[in-house]
């Protein structure tokens, strides 16, 4: 393997390990500002009124 892709496999296995890291608090925190951020966005799919 050469150095250039040696050092690719090292990069992609390094972002790995960060996913594999994030805390189910971090998480939830992200999703969390996805909630604040599309708060006053309507609901898409599905019925609202019966039929």
Same mark, same amino acid.
């Given at each position: 393997?050469? =150095? *250039?892709?040696? =050092? &690719? *496999?090292?990069? *992609?296995? /390094?972002?790995? $390990?960060?996913?594999?890291? *994030? @805390?189910?608090?971090?998480?939830? +925190? /992200?999703?969390?500002?996805?909630?604040?951020?599309?708060? !006053? @966005? !309507?609901?898409? $799919? +599905? &019925? @609202?009124?019966?039929?």
């Amino acid at each position: 393997m050469s =150095a *250039s892709g040696a =050092a &690719h *496999s090292r990069g *992609s296995l /390094e972002q790995v $390990g960060r996913d594999l890291l *994030s @805390t189910d608090a971090a998480v939830a +925190g /992200e999703m969390q500002k996805l909630n604040v951020r599309y708060a !006053d @966005t !309507d609901a898409v $799919g +599905g &019925h @609202t009124k019966s039929r």
